[in-house]
């Protein structure tokens, strides 16, 4: 694997023209360093998914690039673009879209395939990946007789199958119970930090940020300070500190979402 | 292939449903296939075993099937004297109704002179005619009637006396009867007319330079295999459209099954194939896996309707024999090619569906 360096400038997506016109993105700035977890949080609706389609390339921009190394991949043709994201990047989505009708080390093999590996070597290698996720005994099942944590572990396993230097994961805890979410995040720590490739993910579950290197906000289509945002202790929910309700207990700052939540930490049995 | 396999081979319904409706489809393009290969044959059967190469007809006429033809009389004569005739097998032919056991049915009589040839050529049961008032009728119209040997049938309002039955003598507009030409005469009430002259050319002669050397007033001299292709022409006028027209149906509803079974697949598993195309998959890749599930489909059922259509044209010929069914290899491959012919077809509306596959929504 080669490392490599994923950098988005002024990227903007709008949707439709004239009056009817959806701005998806706008502006947005961002660049992704060897090794480095960025974790892209925001509430539903900010662009977080149109942001990480374009930084995969699946997406064009309507202005700005994003650029892998110095090539900028927003104006490669059509035609050049599946290549790279073959190669370079590896793909995590929330519904894992394994291929159904294939088995396990089938839906890892095929993708190494596609990339140029024949027969045995591609069958080797899926083989390889799978059991050192742990999915070993589970190689000639089918998806449907899979967990969801052992599906995303395949999926994780087919993202990493061409020894990409970038994953963009979205949700990839979003359909997985807090046992499986952990060791999926513990997974993708270890993918950055013992395999030096750069982690992109898309996510609204507060725990990944303990993994992130860094935690951007997105919001209306464009980051926020991210040096401003803080964790409601009620609802676990990320809050803008500028803006937040807060409190003191124990000499400690708290922020809270609304004054519901103030109020019911402020009622409850005092920390530890 | 693989996936392509696995994805027909995981929805067995759905593949049964696209085999069996290509399979109809073969079938029924086999079986109206054959069924014209059989007709054609038949249409031939009496000319294929008439001895001679050429025929001389009355001025204008073409055909044997279609048009009546009365020779100028001394006709036989004068062809018996040309120079590089070897044979001449005389025939009086004439189209009537034969009435059996009450029921109606178009019949083309022969008249024939026992020892020179035009006669029946397979005789399945009795003889020949040997005197007047004698036939020998097809042994499938005889079965159909209940018809048997001494049996009285009524042609143009005389009994004749059925004195053998023959085989394969059952042609599309009718059967053949055969009887003396003295006989026919009679029926027709023309003594000494004959039809038609088939001429055998004596050693080291072809047939286009006799036809050339033969000149008889009031008639033409053709060759037997333009006579053939003339009377397979007039059958093309009667059936070709109806059964070109049937094929295409045959052909759109074994397109339309495979189709829509191969686009329902596509669309049910869009967002895996999405998943696909975003990791790296090129439009190429994806056009295959559907073309291949479609050919898939198609080759397996044109195998089966294949069997079946054989299987069915043997059960048709034994139930009714005036239905020849002749499936021939060249057809068995056309079958094939269309049933290649329907994948493709079919595969390409859920190619479109692929090619416009957004590779971005799989994240939504």
Known sequence: MTTCTLEARDVTKRYGDGEAAVVAVRGVSLRVEPGEIVLIMGPSGSGKTTLLSMLGALLRPTAGTVSLDGTVLSELSEGRLPDIRLHRFGFIFQDFNLLSALTVWENVAIVAELAGLRGRAARERATAILTELGLGARLDFLPDRLSGGEKQRVAIARALVNDPALILADEPTANLDSAIGHEIMRLLRGIAKEQGRSVVIVSHDQRIRDIADRVLWLEDGAFQDEIALAVDPVCGMSVERERAASATRDGALFYFCSRGCRAEFLNGPPSA | ?364
Request: proline content about 5%; glycine content about 10%; hydrophobic content about 55%.
């Open chain 2, 1 to 364: 292939m693989l996936l392509a396999t696995r994805n027909l081979a995981r929805d067995r319904t759905r593949l049964a449903l696209s085999v069996t409706g290509v399979a109809l489809a073969v079938m029924l393009i086999l079986l109206l296939g054959g069924y014209r290969a059989g007709i054609y044959r038949q249409t031939a059967t009496y000319l294929d075993h008439v001895p001679g190469s050429l025929v001389v007809v009355e001025r204008g006429v073409r055909d044997f099937l279609g048009t009546n033809s009365i020779l100028p009389p001394g006709a036989a004569q004068a062809a018996a004297t040309t120079p590089g005739v070897a044979r001449v097998v005389p025939v009086l032919s004439q189209s009537a109704i034969v009435e059996l056991h009450g029921r109606k049915q178009l019949a083309l009589l022969i008249g024939y002179e026992p020892g020179r040839g035009g006669g029946p050529w397979s005789l399945a049961t009795g003889r020949e005619p040997a005197a007047d008032g004698e036939v020998v009728i097809d042994r499938v119209m005889a079965s159909e009637h209940g018809i048997g040997l001494e049996d009285r049938i009524t042609i143009l309002d005389r009994g004749e006396t059925v004195v053998g039955l023959a085989s394969g003598t059952s042609l599309w507009i009718g059967s053949l009867v055969f009887a003396r030409a003295s006989t026919i005469e009679a029926l027709v009430r023309a003594p000494g007319a004959r039809s038609f002259l088939f001429l055998t050319p004596a050693a080291g002669v072809s047939p286009d330079a006799l036809r050339l050397r033969l000149a008889i007033p009031g008639a033409d001299a053709i060759l037997k295999s333009d006579m053939i292709a003339a009377d397979q022409r007039l059958l093309a006028r009667v059936y070709d459209t109806a059964i070109g027209l049937m094929t295409a149906i045959a052909f759109l509803v074994g397109v339309l099954v495979v189709g829509l079974v191969v686009y329902t697949a596509t669309v049910e598993r869009r967002r895996e194939y999405g998943a696909f195309k975003a990791i790296g998959a090129r439009n190429r890749v994806l056009f295959r896996i559907v073309a291949l599930q479609a050919l898939v489909a198609g080759t397996a059922g044109a195998a089966l309707g294949t069997l079946l259509a054989v299987a069915a044209g043997w059960l048709l010929v034994a139930w009714r024999p005036q239905f020849p069914v002749a499936i021939e290899p060249s057809a068995v491959v056309l079958a094939l090619l269309a049933s290649v012919a329907m994948a493709v077809l079919a595969a390409l509306v859920p190619a479109r569906a692929m090619a416009r596959l957004a590779p971005a929504e799989v994240f939504r």
